[in-house]
């Protein structure tokens, strides 16, 4: 209920915006209340590995309570977002380059200049790597109409 609610407080703000997004479309983490389930996501760059979070380092960002494994991850993330949060809202990269989304799972992850993609299941993970420079041009071009569709 909380998350249907989340999604119509957005749709509202997105109509009553006089631009296309009332919050910033590329980060807002569509699929959970609580972003890339409860992992760090400045330890996949720090630490180069996923970490879970740890609620007493908690931040509200564009609709999502995102967790932190220390202060000091909490307040990089706080100083710039946009180079910390996943790619695609979260979803898995390789279901948005087919032109839909999916779930994650954060152990399959990648970092492809300087940004964080995540993906469903092994299998799918192992198709990305195999061939993501494409797969990630394909999901910037599906991205924003799979945002269109999902307001």
């Known amino acids: 209920m909380k998350h249907l609610f989340s999604k119509l407080l957005i749709t509202l703000a997105v109509l009553s915006s006089t631009s296309a997004f009332a919050v910033d479309p590329t980060f807002t983490a ?3 209340d609580e972003a890339i389930r409860g992992y760090d996501t400045v330890a996949y760059f720090t630490e180069g590995k996923p970490v879970k979070g740890d609620e007493q380092f908690s931040h509200e960002y564009n609709e999502a309570t995102w967790l ?3 202060q000091g991850n909490l307040d990089l ?3 710039d ?3 910390y949060a996943p790619q695609y809202g979260g979803y898995c990269a390789y279901a ?3 032109n ?3 779930s994650i799972k954060p152990e ?3 970092i492809v200049d300087g940004k964080l993609y995540l993906n469903y ?3 799918v993970n192992d198709k990305w790597l195999a061939n993501k420079a494409n797969f990630i041009v394909d999901a910037d071009k599906n991205w924003p109409k799979i945002l269109e569709d999902q307001y």
């Open 68 to 70: 932190f494994s220390s």
């Open 81 to 83: 977002p946009e180079k």
């Open 96 to 98: 948005v380059s087919q």
């Open 100 to 102: 839909t989304t999916a």
């Open 77 to 79: 993330f706080r100083d």
């Open 30 to 32: 569509l699929f959970s």
């Open 108 to 110: 399959l992850f990648t």
């Open 121 to 123: 299941s092994k299998s």
